[in-house]
Structures are given as structure tokens and as C-alpha cells.
């Protein structure tokens, strides 16, 4: 059974940095497509970063590029997102997923919000 659970979300102010973890169970980050998403109120679901498996690479958002960085650690199968220069736009719940078999698991969301 897949499970993620997201951590590291709170109240900052603009220009703070934040860093976000999501620890896995049941699959493996290194060898997943590992992502992180946004939902900003009444707005829909947005992709912000990806790792591919085996070190193949990152994508961002473009209003993220420059400013997050998405991350893994392979002892503590844990998936991560250093956000800097943080702006009121990023206000979200931001959630990590995994593609593991086909199937897209989520974690439960850690709210992180952006105050000017």
C-alpha cells in the first residue's frame, strides 16, 4: 500500500522560504515519477514540479522556475520542495504524488500560505 504524508507547510511572509517533505511508504522515490501540485482556493489542481526516476530529471512550472526546487533523499525515501523567494500567488495546499504501477497516489495536502 502506497502512502505519502506531506509536512513542512505554514504562515510566511513574501520573500520567506519554505521546505516542504513528503515521506513514502510502499514505493520507492528513486525509482518513481515523484511530483508536487497546488490548489489555490476555487481554482483547479495545478502541477508545480516532477522528478523523473533514476536521476532523469526535473520540470517546473514556469512561475515557479528559479525560485523551488524539487528534491529526494533515497535513505529516507522522502520527497521534498525548497520553495524561496516565496509570493502571495504561491497561497496553496500543496500535495506530493506518486505514479507507482500506473496508478497516481496523493498524500493528504499541507496548506502553506503567503502573506504580503
Known amino acids: 500500500q502506497v502512502q505519502l504524508v506531506e509536512s513542512g507547510g505554514g504562515l510566511v511572509h513574501t520573500g520567506d522560504s519554505l521546505r516542504l517533505s513528503c515521506a513514502v511508504s510502499g514505493a520507492l522515490v528513486t525509482s518513481s515519477h515523484m511530483s508536487w501540485f497546488r490548489q489555490a482556493p476555487g481554482k483547479e489542481r495545478e502541477f508545480v514540479a516532477r522528478m523523473r526516476p533514476g536521476g532523469s530529471g526535473t520540470d517546473y512550472t514556469d512561475s515557479v522556475k528559479g525560485r523551488f526546487t524539487i528534491s529526494r533523499d533515497h535513505r529516507e525515501n522522502t520527497l521534498y520542495l525548497q520553495m524561496n523567494s516565496l509570493e502571495p500567488g504561491d497561497t496553496a495546499i500543496y500535495y506530493c504524488?506518486?505514479?507507482?504501477?500506473?496508478?497516481?497516489?496523493w498524500g493528504q495536502g499541507t496548506q502553506v500560505t503567503v502573506s504580503s
Open positions: 504524488a506518486v505514479l507507482y504501477w500506473g496508478n497516481q497516489h
